[in-house]
């Protein structure tokens, strides 16, 4: 996916993705695209959040789709919603190199002990 995170902090987490090699048969960035940077960047923020010795695991994600990407790369911000004890909600925003909204999502979290090694 190519996806790089370049700020990461319990309040806001960064990521870009390129475009290319991420299209749908049409040309378009794929919308599965937009979903897998959504739920990176906003699980980042969740695991942030949680600290150590626990983890984040999605557990609801809801994108919608504003305008196509063809080239270059998008960028996802995920800033918090909700950040409780046992679940975590972020709002994500994706846009594209012009800084046009190309995707609003919101990502679900539950926050739990992270189990032992085996």
């Known amino acids: 996916m190519g996806i790089e995170i370049t700020e990461w902090d319990p309040d806001r987490v ?4 390129p475009v290319a090699g991420n299209r749908q048969p049409y040309g378009l960035l794929h919308g599965g695209a937009n ?7 906003g699980s980042v923020a969740a695991a942030l959040h949680a600290g ?5 695991v999605g557990v609801d ?3 919608t789709h504003h305008r196509a990407a063809t080239s270059g790369s998008v ?15 972020y709002d994500i925003t994706i846009t ?3 800084g046009e909204r190309t995707c609003s999502a919101r ?12």
């Not at 979903?35 to 960047?41: D, K, Q, S």
């Not at 960028?75 to 909600?89: I, M, S």
């Not at 990502?107 to 085996?118: F, I, K, T, V, Y």
């Open 61 to 63: 994600l809801s994108c």
């Open 14 to 17: 960064v990521g870009t993705m």
């Open 52 to 56: 150590d010795g626990r983890v984040a």
């Open 35 to 41: 979903a897998v940077l959504a739920e990176t960047v």
């Open 75 to 89: 960028t996802g911000v995920a800033v918090p919603l909700h950040r409780g004890r046992r679940t975590a909600t």
């Open 107 to 118: 990502l679900s979290c539950a926050l739990r002990d992270q189990p032992p090694a085996s």
């Open 96 to 98: 594209d190199e012009h």
